[in-house]
């Protein structure tokens, strides 16, 4: 007997059951399902999720009809680049500006009463993926310390502000860390000691042209990752990393140190390292990348050694304070890519897998198909044949999985079937790159040099989701390249990069542009000119009806 021979009642019961993804693929087996739950708004619903890459919000009181309209406006929004909403916020360019989470931050110093302070101000981001609310919160601090990284999380109440401390004399230059209640700006309750300091492996004052900068700082569960670069000209320079849990301020007793350094937790027991390790490097010793800086009376000098193809390096914390250095999987980047100028893992601001997203969100990015996005530059005269200045390796995060004991490495040649190499383009430079779920979002200068009225940037959005290409079908099936708006130019296209395909969304419609942060509802383009910062926040989406 076979399944399309029950009656309709039956098969509506069975497509009931199914989770988003089975019913996407029965679907897609048979057209009579398919205009089955074409007709059922909330068997529709879940088949739209899957289609998107989406998944179900914890608990919400919407009904699947009424998020079903928010789920398409998001989804056709980002393919389109036509957003709902525009937010702007012009202020005095600060010291540091960016996103974290579902918050826009800038912070900078200021006088009150002939003393010197910083302040901090945090401004929640709209999102047509939650409840309307009447007035989106806004929170200002006032801090004695200068802020040079700030991270939030807001499901935890939880604010981390990163400072530097240079020593008057001969002595360490250290980190420190504060975690805050981000509504209060006080110590975190949950926080045994009110800030972590992070010990450097630099002394004293730095010579001319050396800088040391907070790069990264990261929030996951119970850990935070710090990682400081010290620089020096002509680009060089080398990054320490350490692990600390903020509940009782104790740091892993491992810790990393690179030319190249970049990381992501990837969960409370799994932790990603991209390196440029040297030939003479023990991979079977355990011990971190050694540094290739070598210390003079005078600064920091490069200690030449040969060096071997970046790689990717996933270290198992088995029970969230310590880190084992035996447990450890890598994962060799071509033999070619020997002579790189930059290298960078581009954080994913999507929620990961087990975090709970806010209370009464409608959908989010599915966290088992998260994009990880590895961006290396090569030297101007180093660039491998076939390869442009600037390439992204773009893989799923659950790729990398935390290891078993013992360690393994596997060479390119094993695993590149499961990433997709994407060159970008070289006619003009590429700047701020940001993941969203499996969106990558960055920009390209139109003449930096101009500064007329008119000068215009072209930001970019590569989109990876396995369906992404049947979505974009949908909107406007007779087109084989779409443009979305005639007085700009923005348009879309299927995009092949060897055996995968992923959809280009390009777009002028954005003036000129110095940086860009991105989030699952909205682009955030940062324009600094005279003194002046004009952000723009352009949301996508709609309010359920």
């Not at 679907?27 to 739209?48: G, P």
């Not at 998020?67 to 957003?83: K, M, S």
């Not at 369906?467 to 700009?488: F, G, M, T």
């Not at 390009?506 to 952000?535: C, F, H, K, P």
């Amino acid at each position: 007997m076979s399944l399309l021979s029950l009656s309709r009642e039956l098969l509506l019961i069975i497509l009931e059951e199914l989770d988003p993804i089975s019913l996407l693929h029965f679907c897609k087996s048979s057209q009579y399902i398919h205009s089955i739950v074409a007709n059922y708004s909330t068997l529709l619903y879940r088949y739209e999720l899957a289609l998107s890459g989406m998944k179900d919000g914890i608990s919400s009181s919407y009904s699947p009809r009424a998020r079903l309209d928010p789920l398409l406006r998001h989804r056709n929004g980002w393919l389109t680049l036509n957003w709902t909403s525009e937010d702007r916020l012009r202020i005095p360019t600060p010291t540091i500006v960016g996103v974290s989470g579902r918050f826009l931050y800038h912070a900078s110093e200021s006088s009150y009463h002939g003393l010197f302070q910083w302040s901090l101000h945090i401004y929640e981001l709209r999102s047509y993926r939650t409840p309307p609310v009447d007035k989106l919160q806004y929170c200002k601090f006032n801090l004695p310390f200068e802020i040079r990284k700030v991270a939030i999380d807001a499901v935890q109440n939880l604010l981390v502000l990163a400072e530097l401390h240079f020593p008057s004399q001969d002595g360490p230059i250290t980190a420190s860390l504060h975690f805050l209640d981000m509504w209060t700006c006080q110590q975190h309750p949950q926080a045994q000691n009110l800030r972590f300091q992070f010990q450097t492996d630099w002394w004293g004052t730095l010579p001319p042209g050396h800088r040391i900068s907070i790069e990264r700082v990261q929030i996951y569960g119970m850990m935070v990752g710090l990682s400081v670069r010290l620089g020096v000209e002509e680009g060089e320079g080398t990054t320490e990393l350490v692990l600390v849990n903020w509940h009782t301020g104790i740091e892993q007793q491992q810790r990393f140190t690179g030319d190249l350094l970049s990381f992501d937790i990837l969960s409370e027991s799994c932790l990603m390292v991209l390196s440029h390790p040297d030939e003479d490097e023990d991979d079977d010793s355990g011990e971190s990348a050694a540094s290739t800086w070598e210390r003079s009376p005078d600064g920091l000098y490069l200690h030449e050694r040969g060096k071997r193809s970046p790689q990717i390096t996933i270290h198992h914390i088995p029970d969230g304070r310590r880190l084992r250095s035996a447990q450890v999987i890598s994962y060799d980047l071509p033999e070619l890519w020997k002579a790189i100028s930059f290298q960078q893992i581009c954080p994913n601001t999507s929620l990961k897998p087990n975090i709970a997203p806010p209370t009464g969100t409608f959908f989010h990015s599915d966290p088992s198909q998260r994009t990880t996005v590895i961006l290396v530059e090569f030297p101007s005269h180093s660039i491998p044949a076939g390869c442009s200045k600037k390439v992204a390796l773009v893989m799923k995060e659950s790729l990398f999985q935390p290891p078993s004991l013992g360690d393994k490495t596997l060479s390119w040649q094993e695993w590149q079937d499961r990433c997709t190499v994407i060159h970008l383009p070289d006619d003009s430079e590429a700047h701020a790159f940001e993941v969203v779920g499996r969106k990558l979002v960055f920009f390209q200068s139109a003449g930096e040099e101009n500064y007329v009225a008119d000068s215009r940037s072209r930001l970019h959005v590569l989109d990876f989701n396995d369906y992404a290409a049947e979505c974009l079908r949908s909107i406007a099936p007779q087109s084989p390249a779409w443009s979305w708006n005639e007085k700009w130019a923005t348009a879309s296209k299927i995009v092949k990069a060897g055996a995968a395909e992923f959809i280009r969304t390009s777009t002028t419609q954005v003036q000129s542009i110095t940086w860009v942060d991105a989030t699952e509802d909205a682009v955030i383009l940062y324009n600094e000119r005279e003194g002046q910062t004009v952000i723009r926040v352009l949301t996508f989406g709609d309010t359920p009806a």
